[in-house]
């Protein structure tokens, strides 16, 4: 009974004053829902859906063989700071063919994350390309699949990104990992506007 207590998720409460809405994207497979449960305080929202067969001839997944599993709308997760501020997760579909949604997904947002797995640097441009055309804040988070490690350097040259976009490693499995991701991309909010709100300093602090 302990073990079970212990493992349950905070139950989902009245809405609070403020919602920071933060949105996690990347390409196919890369990892957006295991960070959104990760590190959520209540049991995600998830909309994955059996893959099949007739999906073989629509996605690419010569690098995913192993999944089973695919979200068709969005993931979502919350993060309760205090009495009045709450962080709201929302996980993109990866597909190229649920890409419509992410317009829908960005609106209102504080930041996001770009999950990318470095053996499929390719899958992450559109993600980077479409937040820099909304003007979002972002961050680019590698995710650890155990394969060769690939320099800072190299990927952030791959991608194209520019110098200012903070690019670090994580583990998505991980609650910690996924909480240093927040983090840094709160931080980089910060320093993006000259007079830092006081809502995003919030976030940081609870987090920390």
């Known amino acids: 009974m302990d073990s079970e207590i212990s493992d349950a998720r905070t139950p989902l409460g009245a809405s609070a004053d403020n919602g920071l809405k933060i949105v996690v994207v990347g390409g196919f497979g890369v990892g ?6 990760s590190v959520s305080e209540i049991r995600p929202l998830n909309t994955e859906e059996t ?3 007739a999906g073989e001839s629509v996605d690419d997944i010569d690098q995913v063989r192993d999944k089973t599993a695919t979200t068709v709308a969005f993931d979502f997760g919350r993060i309760t700071l205090d009495a009045h501020n709450v ?3 929302f996980g993109a579909p990866g597909q190229e063919r649920f890409w419509f949604l992410w317009d829908r997904l960005f609106s209102g947002t504080l930041g996001a994350v770009v999950l990318v797995d470095t053996r499929r640097i390719d899958d992450s441009w559109y993600a980077i390309d479409r937040l820099e055309r909304h003007g979002t804040p972002f961050v680019v988070a590698c995710n650890d699949f155990g394969g060769p490690v690939r320099a800072s350097a190299d990927v952030r040259a ?3 990104l520019d110098p200012h976009v903070p ?3 994580c583990d998505a499995r991980s609650r ?5 991701v927040l983090i ?3 931080q980089h909010v910060k320093q993006r506007y000259a007079d830092p709100s006081a809502a995003a300093g919030q976030v940081r602090q609870e987090l920390v």
């Open 158 to 160: 791959a991608l194209d």
């Open 167 to 169: 690019l670090i490693d």
């Open 51 to 53: 893959m099949t067969q």
């Open 32 to 37: 957006k829902t295991t960070l959104v449960r």
């Open 176 to 180: 910690e990992s996924a909480k240093q």
């Open 184 to 186: 840094a991309l709160v």
């Open 87 to 89: 962080l709201y997760l």
